[in-house]
């Protein structure tokens, strides 16, 4: 009796120590991003290495056209985010005011939102695919994002050294790079997330498309650590005001 | 990703107005897949558009137009369209319906009387024309002996060209 208990308790052990391990692999990654991190200057543009955007004819005049949008208030032909909730999309979330949550776990990290609770994923290689539909249709899938794209598509992640690596294409088109800046289906972001110190985080955000850039550009955006608390419930809806 | 101050007021608006589109969206999976009893299938619209958003989706996308209103100003009407899977076995990709773009649209009105109902039609500006199989003819909205297959075609606006 006493060998079956001591058996029982070596098992419940073992199933412990692999429960562990595969929904927190902090320990196995070269680096723990894990915790509630905030922007450390709020802004509404990304800040372009080397001065400016490179923006191609075709960019530039969309940015111009958003320009003036912005400015006439007229927020819901251009930015449907600030017009009626719509998702910001990436990597505009990256620029949000509010605070975000890191998880790390086994295959996926994952980025929770304060703001209006959006959640995005990165893939390290542990995320089952989403189903696909068939071809007589159904719910909105695989087949009809991969088709349209997504505003915040799954990232691809890896680690280089103790730097997380996040490539990510497959965007629709009707989403802001910013508050203002515009881009197309074929923009890729490749992001480098890395601990500057134990508190600071930092995003060095790699852009292209070749339809609204001449060239890639980058920017950086730094993060200061929160206490991890837990958020509030707040539905960007209930605090849209009623005038727009 | 703004926020707004929000008096006692405003909240409530807001709150019912949620309130009414949860329960609009509750609904609207099984009436807007398989219902048809809103729109009059027995008129279609016709008129030139000005393309200004597709929100893409499944089971249906909506697509919102600018067209020439009664009163000769623009107006923005809102037709339920196809799910991306179904625009593309028709050989329509995203990429083909460019914001801005001039189009020639037909639709099947609501019954309600709003302005919008369900997409029939878009004619691009390269004249490739897309014909919403599932509620156009030959689709669910449109069995045999239907009044779809003998539709009564109006402009929009009534008795004019409704150019935009």
């Known amino acids: ?244 | 990703m703004q926020t707004g101050s929000t008096n006692l007021k405003q909240h409530i608006l807001v709150n019912v107005g949620c309130s009414v589109i949860l329960a609009a969206g509750l609904a609207a999976p099984v009436s807007a897949h398989h219902s048809f009893s809103g729109y009059d299938m027995s008129k279609t619209m016709s008129a030139p558009a000005t393309l200004k958003e597709f929100r893409w989706g499944a089971p249906h996308s909506m697509v919102v137009f600018v067209i020439k209103g009664a009163d000769g100003k623009p107006q923005e009407v809102t037709m339920a369209s196809a799910s991306p899977a179904a625009l593309n076995r028709a050989g329509f990709k995203p990429r083909d319906f460019k914001v801005g773009d001039k189009m020639d649209v037909t639709w099947n009105p609501s019954k309600s009387g709003a302005v919008g109902g369900q997409l029939k039609t878009i004619t691009l500006p390269d004249g490739r024309k897309f014909a919403d199989a599932e509620f156009g003819p030959g689709g669910p909205g449109a069995a045999p002996g239907s009044p779809d297959t003998q539709a009564q075609d109006a402009q929009f606006p009534p008795g004019t060209s409704g150019a935009n």
């Open chain 1, 1 to 244: 009796m006493r060998r079956v208990h001591q058996s029982l308790r070596f098992t419940g052990a073992l199933l412990f120590c692999a429960v562990s391990l595969s929904f927190s692999a902090v320990a196995a990654d070269p680096a723990n991003l894990e915790g509630t991190w905030k922007i450390a200057a709020p802004q509404g543009a990304f800040k372009p290495e080397g001065g400016s955007i490179p923006f191609t004819a075709e960019g530039r005049k969309h940015y111009q056209a958003n320009k003036k949008l912005q400015a006439a208030g007229k927020f819901d032909d251009f930015d449907y985010a600030t017009a009626r909730c719509a998702s910001p999309g990436l990597p505009r979330l990256m620029l949000t005011p509010e605070r975000f949550r890191i998880w790390q776990r086994s295959g996926v990290i994952g980025v929770q939102f304060e703001w209006n609770r959006v959640y995005r994923q990165i893939d390290m290689g542990g995320l089952i695919p989403q189903s696909r539909v068939g071809a007589a249709g159904g719910p909105f899938g695989g087949d009809d994002e991969a088709l349209v794209g997504r505003a915040i598509p799954i990232s691809k992640g890896h680690w280089e050294g103790d730097t997380l690596v996040a490539t990510t294409e497959g965007f629709q088109n009707n989403t802001l790079i910013d508050n203002v800046v515009p881009h197309g289906y074929d923009m890729k972001t490749t992001e480098r997330i890395r601990l500057v110190s134990a508190d600071t985080l930092e995003d060095r955000i790699r852009i292209e498309d070749p339809e609204y850039f001449t060239k890639p550009w980058e920017t950086v955006v730094t993060y200061k650590r929160q206490p991890d608390e837990a958020f509030p419930e707040k539905v960007c809806l209930d605090s849209l005001p009623a005038n727009r």
